[in-house]
C-alpha cells in the first residue's frame, strides 16, 4: 500500500520554504568572479598580455586566453552582423545566435569549437 499523500496545504508550504531559503541566499543566483591579479598563469596569445588567475580564462591546449580576447577574436573572424549574436555556450565553444525582434525565438546558426580554431596559437 502506498503511504497516503500530503494535502495541498502542506505540499504549498514545502514548496513555499524551499523558494524562501532560494531567495535569501543571493549567492546561488548572482555567480561573482575573482581575478587573483597576484598570480600570473601565462601571455594571452591574441593580445599578448598577462593573464591571470581568472576563472573566465579559457585555456585550449597548453595556451590561456582573455575571454574577451576571444569574444572579440571571434566577431572579427567569422563577420557576426549586428541581428547576430555570440554566446559561450560551454565546452570550449560559442555560438552565433540569430534571434527574433520579440525576443521569443533564438536559432543557432553556427557552432565555433574553439579548439579547432585557436589551435594555431602555439606557445
Sequence with gaps: MRPPKPSKNKMFHRYAKKQHIINNNTHLHDITFKCDETVITGVCPICRQNTYYD???????????????????????????KDKKIYYIGSKAFGIFWESKNGKKLEMLKRINLEEYLNTYAR
Design 55 to 81: 576563472p573566465s580564462n579559457i585555456i585550449v591546449g597548453s595556451n590561456i586566453f582573455h575571454f574577451d580576447c576571444v569574444f572579440e577574436w571571434v566577431r572579427d573572424n567569422f563577420g557576426v552582423d
